[in-house]
């Protein structure tokens, strides 16, 4: 019994710790206590699950608990921004090995950015007493629109150097394991859903960095749209402006309301502002001006969410991205965006807050998803061929 479409199941069950019993999984599953039995001793012998002390079952012997074998493999993540990168190795439970941040200029030619981000990646395996040859998946995010299914940027405003540049390639000669690259946005929205609000079907999560965007979560899972581009509010043209944007056209939301945008505007007051967390900061420290173009911009991203909340109905915005510690200047002017905009209906469930995660939103997003990708049908497969080679 080593049929992936048969393990996967299960190993998905005790991952999210949703059934981690024999029992549980035969009651969750429906399927038969030997069939239960076949299939965990298949993990078990496998390496994929280990058994795990004991947990409460329905009167006679505690049932023996099962949870993924941490040691079964490792996920790296280079989250890559636009002035800054964050790295993680993680086990393949989840549990962050080692952890470091960058600072980085993204617009660069994307083998010099891969290379870089390799090194510290490297380094951190080092910090962990880890294996390059234990990796099973790499995640990359980029502030760029994504075609997952190739893991190509397509005409990235932020990066033009990387349009088309094939991201998975550049892994695939480095380590036996599945590349994702994805939007770094969506990471974000997915970690922010799996650790804080599991139970949430439907959630925006709206990042205000350099620029402007969004990742969408329907019933409980990450939509990119046909072409990876869903969510992509940045470049929603508000009404009466016409500030050319870096993507060609003129009045978008990033334009007006971006970080960088932020940045300029207050640099033209006179006022010195080279990056959005400049303006962070500036804002932080109670400057005037900062605050009043933080303000202003809350106003407009607040006023496109209204159209998109009556349009797809999420019971929470989260607010992320270098301005969202801002929590009441940005959060206070969106939610009056909001308000003032969307249908009473769309609003009543709805919760506006700031994310929980912070600055780590992102590499636990690229942690979940290698997860589910590694515990796939298609990733256990992967498992089993390395075992046995190995
Ligand atoms: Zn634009």
Redesign the pocket.
Known sequence: MTDPEALSPLLRHIAKGSATTRAHLARTTGLSRSSVSQRVDALLSNGLVIEDGTAPSDGGRPALRLRINAEAGLILVADLGATQARFAVSDLAGAELASGVQELVIDQEPIQVLAWADRHLRALLDTAGREARDVRAVVVGMPAPVEFGTGTAVKP?LMPQWDGYPVPGYFAERYDADTLVDNDVNLMALGEHRAVHPDLEHLLFIKVGTGIGCGIIVSGQLHRGADGAAGDV??IRVPGCDTP???G?SG?L??VAGGQALASHLTAKGVAAATVRDVARLAAHGNTLARQEVRAAAQHIGEVLAAVVSFANPSAIIVGGALAQLDEVLLSGIKSGVHGGALPLAQRSLRIGASVLGERAGTAGAIALAQERVLSEEGIANLLRIRRSG
């Open positions: 405003p940045g470049h944007c870096r993507c056209n978008c990033e334009a």
